[in-house]
């Protein structure tokens, strides 16, 4: 059975709370889980203690130069991350160096920069919540904002089913 995931992350990758900041954000964020016919399984704060991939799991379909919008293909951004990671890594890849020069068109740009199809983030820290349900798909702007407010840093979300 899969599970699906709202991953919300500080826009600044390597940005981390504090622990009391941390929990505040995954109490309000379990708050928009709380409505009739709302729910989620389990809403928790997650501390990475380097950058790690936030991906999209079976969502992620494709990833795209900013620069020149050549699709520069999965296959390309799986093997950097082996190169990186090591060609037997086990578990959230994690990255000291964000920076890359795409083979398209070989600009020199961070990962974040690069546009995927659903989107991916890089973090040091997000607020997890697994299994949701609500009427809504999406958080909108307002609740990533209060979000924000709470956690002390602008966020962003990554969905993901696995």
């Known amino acids: 059975m899969s599970a699906r995931y709202i991953q919300v992350i500080p826009t600044d990758p390597g940005w981390q ?39 999209g799991g079976s969502y992620m379909e494709d990833v795209f130069c900013p620069r020149c919008d050549a699709s520069i293909g999965l296959d390309w951004f799986w093997d950097l991350l082996r190169e990186r990671n090591g060609a037997g890594f086990v578990g ?11 083979p398209c068109c070989g600009a020199a740009l961070t990962l974040p920069e690069l546009r995927f199809e659903a989107p991916i983030g890089f973090a040091r820290f997000a607020v997890s919540v697994r299994n949701w349900a609500r009427s809504t798909w999406v958080l909108s702007d307002e609740e990533l904002a209060a979000a924000g407010s709470v956690l002390g840093h602008r966020v962003t979300q990554i969905h993901a089913r696995y």
Do not use: C, M, W
């Open 92 to 102: 959230d890849p994690i990255f000291d160096d964000l920076n890359v020069t795409v």
């Open 17 to 55: 709370p504090s622990a009391e900041a941390a929990a505040g954000a995954a109490r309000y964020i379990a708050s928009l889980f709380a409505g009739p016919g709302d729910s989620a399984d389990e809403v928790k704060p997650v501390f990475h203690e380097r950058v790690t991939l936030i991906d």
